[in-house]
Every structure is written in C-alpha cells, then in structure tokens.
DNA sequence: ATAACTGCAAAAGTTTTGCTACCAA
DNA sequence: TTGGTAGCAAAACTTTTGCAGTTAT
C-alpha cells in the first residue's frame, strides 16, 4: 500500500483507493479529478481544480468536480477549507493533521502542526463542557522583517 | 466614556463613536444597524440583522446593512465571523479579543479566550519566518457526555 | 440490468454594485 | 452646498440541483 504522499502517482492511487472504499464508482470523470487532487500541491478551489482537471479530459463539468467533492468530504477523504472572504479550497487528506498559515501578502498557504495547541483546545473544551470534534486555525500572517 | 459592554445602550454610544471616529456619517439607518447590533448578545448574519434593523426603522434595505458592515470593518469597529458553510455573522469588536466555540448541534457560540495559545501561535508563526496579523481559531464541538 | 453518475442549464443563496435621488454636516 | 449615503434592482459569484441521457459494475 502506498501511503507515499511523495509522488503524485502515489497519491493519485491513494486517492482511486479511497474513492473505491467509500463505495463511489470510478468513472473517467472522477479518474481525472483525482489525477489533478494528486497533482497539486497547493489548496485549489472548485474553479482552479477544474481548470486543472479539463487539462486531462476537457470534458468534465465544474458540477461534477462539485459534487466529486462533496462526496469525498463526506466520506473523509479529502478536506474543504474555507479561508476568509475566498471561495473553497480542498485537499487531499492523505497527510497528517495540520493547520493553515496564509500569507496575507502572497496568498501563499503553509501547513503546520502543533500537538501543544491542540492539548490547549481540548482543555479549553472540556472546562467549559465540551469535546472538540474538529477544529479550524488559521494564522493570517507577513513575512517577518528579519 | 463608556467602555461598559454590558449595557446595550453603552454598547450602542460606543458603536456610534466609532463610526464618527472612523470619518462616516451618522444617518438615520446607519443609527437604526448600530443599534440593533447593540442590542444582539449572539452573533447575526446579515439577514438575521437586517430583520432586527427593520424592526427598529422599516426602511432600511438589506444593501445598507451590507454596506454598514464593510465600512465598520474596514475601520476595525465590527469582525465579520465566517464559519464553516455558513454565512457571515457580525459582532461588535468592542469585546476583548476572543476565538469561538460553535456548538455543533445547536449552531450555539461560546466566546473563549486563551493567552497560552496565541503565545504558542507566535512563536510557531516566528519559527516559519512569519509575524502573526490576525488568525481564527474554532472549535466544532458537541457538549461533552459526562 | 440498474443504480449511480454526468453534463447542461437553471436555480439558489450570499454579497456587491450602478444609478438616481437624498440628506447630514 | 456637496460629498457621502440610501434604496432599488440588477449583477456577480459560488455552489447546488432537476432532468434526461449515459455508464460502471
């Protein structure tokens, strides 16, 4: 099993996997949608994925990279982020946990992970009655001066 | 001067402040918004505050409430909250800086505040090269069993 | 065979905007 | 007086959906 998010052909597989398992047919359309997911390593939005998508089979519809994404959310396969004010973006949810820094300049997003603040957040929860199911943190952030 | 958040009157004086601090005028509608935004001790989107608005003075249009909004923003006076899937919702930034717990079964929002995480925040920004602007932190959490 | 899937176009929902008239300062 | 504002309706955008035809299994 490839669990190698290192290659695209890695990932893609993963991905025709995943969509198998979560009992979706593997139609030409979705092949493509996929093969496009595995190939960026950034955080697309529907438009951007299409684009990318209709590279491989002109065909396919900004509807079915839609609802492609949709069903694969629901089956925890891929991730839909939602930044503020933009449209949303997905990725594939193959790598580990992690959080967004966006760079309010550039646009340009950068992950990262810090298992401190999620033992904060589940404290917090917890003090007031609560578990945390999921969570979202962004840090809109500038390059440092030095 | 009235920093004094628990009375909605004192609310609606510091908002009206605000405004006229940050160079808008103070118009009859204008007056109407700030006023039902004073009065709301949850967190409205546009809809829910152009209804309360209209109770108040039946002729302001949803555009206004818009246009209020994104003005008030700009100048830092409101936040727009935009929560996962949903619409954006407006609170008074007159509060002390807080993040939100969103009850995922009610739609419920719990404001908390967590001096440890920001520090943690910074310090991982700074590491990646980054000055933390602003950031977003939610908790989607169900009440807790026991 | 047949239930799932697709493209297309239309609809839905949120937010913005052009325009003309109006009003706060 | 006059530049900022308002309402209205239309537009802009993102996302979803109804429908009729197609396809993977």
Same mark, same amino acid.
């Given at each position: 099993?490839?669990?190698?998010?290192?290659?695209?052909?890695?990932? #893609?597989?993963?991905?025709?996997? /995943?969509?198998?398992?979560?009992?979706?047919?593997? $139609?030409?359309?979705?092949? /493509?949608?996929?093969n496009a997911l595995a190939n960026s390593d950034d955080h *697309?939005d529907a438009n951007q994925l299409h684009r990318r998508t209709q590279a491989i089979d002109a065909s396919v519809s900004l509807? $079915?990279?839609?609802?492609?994404?949709?069903?694969?959310?629901?089956?925890?396969?891929? +991730?839909?982020?939602? #930044?503020?004010?933009? *449209?949303?973006? #997905?990725? /594939?949810?193959? /790598? *580990?946990?992690?959080? +967004? @820094? @966006?760079? @309010?300049?550039?646009?340009?997003?950068?992950? #990262?992970?810090?298992?401190?603040?999620?033992?904060?957040?589940?404290?917090?929860?917890?003090?007031?009655?609560?578990?945390?199911? +999921?969570?979202?943190?962004?840090?809109?952030?500038? &390059?440092?001066? &030095?």
């Open positions: 099993m490839s669990n190698n998010s290192t290659s695209s052909k890695g990932r #893609f597989e993963d991905l025709k996997k /995943a969509l198998k398992s979560s009992g979706l047919k593997l $139609t030409r359309q979705r092949k /493509a949608v996929l *697309p509807a $079915t990279v839609y609802r492609t994404m949709t069903e694969l959310e629901n089956n925890g396969v891929i +991730h839909r982020l939602s #930044f503020q004010g933009e *449209p949303a973006r #997905f990725e /594939a949810a193959d /790598a *580990p946990h992690h959080d +967004h @820094i @966006i760079d @309010i300049d550039t646009g340009d997003v950068v992950e #990262f992970q810090s298992e401190k603040i999620e033992l904060l957040q589940a404290e917090i929860a917890r003090e007031l009655g609560y578990d945390v199911i +999921h969570h979202r943190l962004e840090l809109y952030c500038s &390059k440092s001066s &030095k």
